[in-house]
């Protein structure tokens, strides 16, 4: 009879050897879990069955109960009170106060009838001044959520809140002394409370706004280091004074842009759509654009015709540092554009041009009777690479971007469609 000892099979085999850790370490891997999770490992056995009321983390996903069988108004209300009970139940049951991360994921396809219950149990958990908070809230009603409590819990060094509401952010005070992330959206914020926002987050690194709906846009911060404004409002004025911004994000139609103290923006992503009829919204653009001279990666997408915004753009600046440079969705402007930054950047290796095909296909062909800038500059010696996207395959549109491309460079190193 073999022995299994000499084969080198453990004696040991089959011992639940997690369920003999400390509770420490079983309370650390169960963080990795949402609470629904750690939840129902009550059951392994006895050392589990209270193991997650220590877990400092509280995730709840409304998409992991079930959400799909919801068909009527009526299955509706079942489905948030037995979610509003279970949550109140799990808060009640925790063996711990702390709380590290909270994160409140209440967002779907259609809007549920969240009732005050769900408020409630997010203020009890502030009151645990968690240093992580992700909420994000579709509702039929409008919540009494205590704002002011949020965002006056100091221990908070992310904070995401997004809820669809119509009510406007009045806040009284902020004080969110440690706070690095903010991720705000789906509701308006005066601009008084956006300005107490930027007294009150005296570290802040990360600012996102979406569809906040702010008039007047005021940001001056000497520690922010990433900034994203997403928004299909049309507002007033934008104006941001930040001198150690890396990384800028702009989707907004404003009537006026001031892009301040910008000398260390190393990526740019600019979206102006289109707004017929109110060309007051898209004459900002080029003082825009001289703003961003000083950064190495630009993404411009500007979903007009030349003419709403100059005749010509012979002030363009230099882009000394300029490497990678994209001009997408821009209809015939993509192409009156390029050339003025191909001989205003001297360092540029990448270039990427995108336009539907068939904005373009009635000009090929046709001489303009614009004049170019061909005639007023040197042509360029080498461009490394050029991608050109579009919607279609027509190579006669292809061969029509590189004609025109090959007039203000001599040698294209590669050409990637």
């Not at 950064?295 to 015709?305: A, G, I, P, S, Y």
Request: with cysteine; charged share 25%; proline share 3%.
């Amino acid at each position: 009879m073999t022995d299994i000892n000499r084969c080198g099979i453990d004696n040991n085999f089959g011992i639940d050897r997690i369920s003999s850790l400390p509770n420490d370490p079983r309370t650390h891997i169960l963080s990795f879990l949402s609470t629904r999770e750690a939840v129902q490992t009550c059951i392994l056995s006895k050392r589990w069955i209270k193991t997650w009321a220590s877990v400092p983390d509280l995730k709840f996903d409304i998409k992991e109960f079930g959400l799909f069988e919801i068909v009527n108004d009526e299955m509706a209300v079942q489905f948030v009170t037995k979610f509003e009970l279970l949550l109140r139940s799990v808060l009640e049951k925790r063996e711990t106060l702390s709380v590290n991360r909270f994160q409140l994921w209440l967002d779907s396809e259609f809007c549920l009838p969240w009732t005050q219950a769900i408020a409630d149990c997010i203020d009890d958990v502030m009151k645990l001044e968690p240093r992580e908070c992700l909420v994000k809230m579709c509702s039929w009603e409008k919540l009494n959520l205590n704002t002011n409590l949020i965002f006056t819990c100091a221990s908070l060094i992310y904070l995401q809140l997004w809820l669809s509401t119509e009510v406007i952010l009045e806040l009284e005070s902020v004080n969110l002394p440690y706070l690095k992330t903010l991720n705000l959206g789906g509701f308006p914020i005066s601009d008084n409370s956006l300005k107490k926002l930027m007294l009150g987050c005296r570290v802040l690194e990360e600012l996102v706004l979406e569809n906040c709906y702010i008039n007047n846009i005021e940001i001056c911060s000497n520690t922010m280091k990433k900034l994203v404004l997403r928004s299909f409002y049309m507002g007033m004025r934008l104006q941001i004074s930040l001198p150690n911004l890396l990384y800028l994000y702009l989707d907004i139609c404003m009537e006026e842009f001031i892009l301040l103290n910008m000398s260390s923006l190393v990526d740019a992503s600019i979206y102006i759509p289109g707004c017929y009829g109110k060309d007051k919204y898209v004459t900002g653009v080029p003082k825009l654009i001289d703003s961003l001279s000083n950064v190495e990666n630009l993404r411009l997408d500007l979903d007009f015709l030349r003419g709403q915004v100059d005749d010509k753009f012979s002030y363009c600046p230099f882009f000394n540092n300029l490497k990678r440079l994209e001009i997408l969705n821009s209809r015939l402007f993509v192409f009156d554009l390029a050339p003025y930054f191909l001989h205003h950047s001297p360092k540029l290796q990448e270039l990427t041009l995108g336009a539907s095909s068939c904005c373009v296909r009635e000009s090929l062909g046709e001489e303009t009777t614009q004049e170019g800038p061909g005639d007023a500059f040197v042509q360029r010696e080498f461009l490394k690479t050029v991608r050109i996207e579009r919607f279609e395959n027509d190579n006669e549109f292809v061969d029509w971007i590189i004609n025109k491309l090959l007039i203000h460079v001599k040698v294209i190193g590669e050409i990637i469609v």
